[in-house]
């Protein structure tokens, strides 16, 4: 949960129990009828902080699941990145074996020509 969002639940609930301590002080109802407002305040304040808490976690769960996506994006990117990567060495190496060989076909011709001698 986000700070802001942390911050706007505190001050809701601090403010439903002003309220609901200001009602208490001030109410000409009889105790049974005060008691049933303030279960209801209760039953209000405890709804709203559900209905933010499900936003703010959905919320979460969205930026979560684009953060997924944009690392798995990332992750196929250097993949493909590093399969190209790969191609370029395996021909660079192909290019030196090749070269290698040419170099051993002379120096076998040589030997040959020396052994010859």
Do not use: C, W
């Amino acid at each position: 949960m986000s700070n802001n969002t942390g911050n706007t639940v505190l001050a809701l609930l601090t403010g439903a129990a002003i309220g609901v301590g200001v009602g208490i002080l001030f109410a000409p109802d009889k105790g049974s009828r005060t008691r049933e407002k303030i279960k209801d305040g209760f039953d209000d304040a405890k709804e709203d902080l559900k209905q933010k808490l499900t936003k703010a976690t959905n919320e979460l769960k969205e930026k979560i699941s684009k953060s997924k996506n944009g690392l798995e994006e990332s992750y196929e990117d250097m993949i493909s990145n590093m399969s190209h990567k790969t191609e370029d060495v395996i021909s660079f190496l192909e290019q030196k074996l090749a070269e290698l060989k040419e170099q051993n076909a002379k120096f076998q011709k040589e030997k040959a020509v020396v052994s010859k001698n």
